[in-house]
């Protein structure tokens, strides 16, 4: 079993702040861990994902990620916020065991970045 | 342009009416997903198919249909069997061997009630 615990639907930042956005999983094999971001009325993109190479990862638009296993957690950081970083976050899962990939979503966080 | 196609961007059902959303890729991809999203419930999968003239229920399927004839199409019908039908339908594929971890989303289809 899989699952992903976005905390906070809603995050605020101001201009030039750092983002942090936080997600904790729960799974029984090694995961595959994802954050996606969805601009409104649109599909989801890959920001950056985790398949056990390196425990921080760097993906589009000056996002990372950190794995840590201890912690169960995957959060999102960018140092600096833009405007154009406003948008709906997800974190995701799926087993890293090959073959089809069942990917479990998180609810979602709400980014608003205020000039 | 390589990609998927979502069909139509809107689209409203009437009572007691079947409606088919519209998802065509032209990645090459073999398998193929359709996800419901409600606001503040992320992501649920409906269907998914991993090869042609297959498929399989995810974790919603109730009061939806799908087929998967050619590798391009995977329409999704929503019965009148679904009670609550409003939602955002997000169409994804991904590719096989490595790299199938990853998702490649359309744009979606906003479907309303009547």
Known sequence: AQSVTQLGSHV???????????????????????????????????LLKYTSAATLVKGINGFEAEFKKSETSFHLTKPSAHMSDAAEYFCAVSPNSGGYQKVTFGTGTKLQVIP | DGGITQSPKYLFRKEGQNVTLSCEQNLNHDAMYWYRQDPGQGLRLIYYSQIVNDFQKGDIAEGYSVSREKKESFPLTVTSAQKNPTAFYLCATSPPG???EKLFFGSGTQLSVL
């Open chain 1, 12 to 46: 605020s930042v101001s201009e030039g702040a750092l983002v942090l956005l936080r997600c904790n999983y729960s799974s029984s094999v090694p995961p595959y861990l994802f954050w996606y971001v969805q601009y409104p009325n649109q599909g989801l993109q890959l």
């Open chain 2, 98 to 100: 490595r790299g199938s």
